[in-house]
Nanobody, 117 residues
């Protein structure tokens, strides 16, 4: 089984920073792709950032230059460093583990990030 636990959410003022963490229980962490998604009220869930097992990263255009995704395979943990936060970043952020083979996605429960004006 795979369990993902997010932490680090909270209230932050616009222009501030926040770091999210996602700890995985799975031994397959090091060979899986990890991602952060977010869902704002009334909107669909969207990909924020992802990092493949080999370290290749991808970011949504809206967060490029502000957010950084990283992983620590020794700790089975993926991070999302969020800088220069904007009110439009307010959302529930979800951790995702994508198993390559067999193809399957695992999700955390989410952590709320609220950015005030």
């Amino acid at each position: 089984q795979v369990q993902l636990v997010e932490s680090g959410g909270g209230l932050v003022q616009a222009g501030g920073s926040r770091r999210l963490s996602c700890a995985a229980s799975a031994s397959i962490f090091s060979i899986a792709a990890m991602g952060w998604y977010r869902q704002a009220p009334g909107k669909q869930r969207e990909l924020v950032a992802s990092i493949r097992s080999g370290g290749t990263t991808n970011y949504a255009d809206s967060v490029k230059g502000r957010f950084t995704i990283s992983r620590d395979n020794a700790k089975n943990t993926v991070y999302l460093q969020m800088n220069s936060l904007k009110p439009e970043d307010t959302a529930v952020y979800y951790c995702n583990l994508h198993r390559y083979y067999p193809d399957y996605d695992y999700w955390g429960q989410g952590t709320q990030v609220t950015v005030s004006s």
